[in-house]
């Protein structure tokens, strides 16, 4: 199982941009998706999450310029970011609890390879 994060780049204040997370190899199901960040010199820590079921958890930072959506059909979960700060800087890392085979449990530990996001002021 592989997760491929893309969509970063550089900014500018108050721009938006779309990170994009693709679930892709052998696997049953998909649960909790989400996505993180680790801005330099400081530890990774959570930005927005959604349940198979669509409900949706957001860091207080982000809460309000960030949305998190999947698309279960096509494994995919995605992070639209608008009214971007300098603060938004960091490297965003996807996450996925995937269970591989049916009768196994969701194991929390997939992550893609992390796209970093610039803004500049």
């Known amino acids: 199982v592989q997760l491929q994060a893309f969509g970063g780049g550089l900014a500018q204040a108050g721009g938006s941009l779309r990170l994009s997370c693709a679930v892709s190899g052998r696997f049953s199901d998909i649960g909790d998706m989400g996505w993180y960040r680790q801005a330099a010199g400081t530890q990774r820590d959570v930005v927005a999450t959604?349940?198979?079921?669509?409900?949706?958890n957001y860091h207080d930072s982000v809460k309000g310029r960030f949305t998190i959506s999947r698309d279960n059909a096509k494994n995919m979960v995605y992070l639209q970011m608008n009214s971007l700060k300098p603060e938004d800087t960091a490297v965003y890392y996807c996450n996925a609890a995937i269970k591989r085979h049916p009768f196994s449990i969701y194991v929390p530990d997939y992550w893609g390879q992390g796209t970093k996001l610039t803004v500049s002021s």
């Open positions: 959604v349940n198979r079921g669509g409900i949706k």
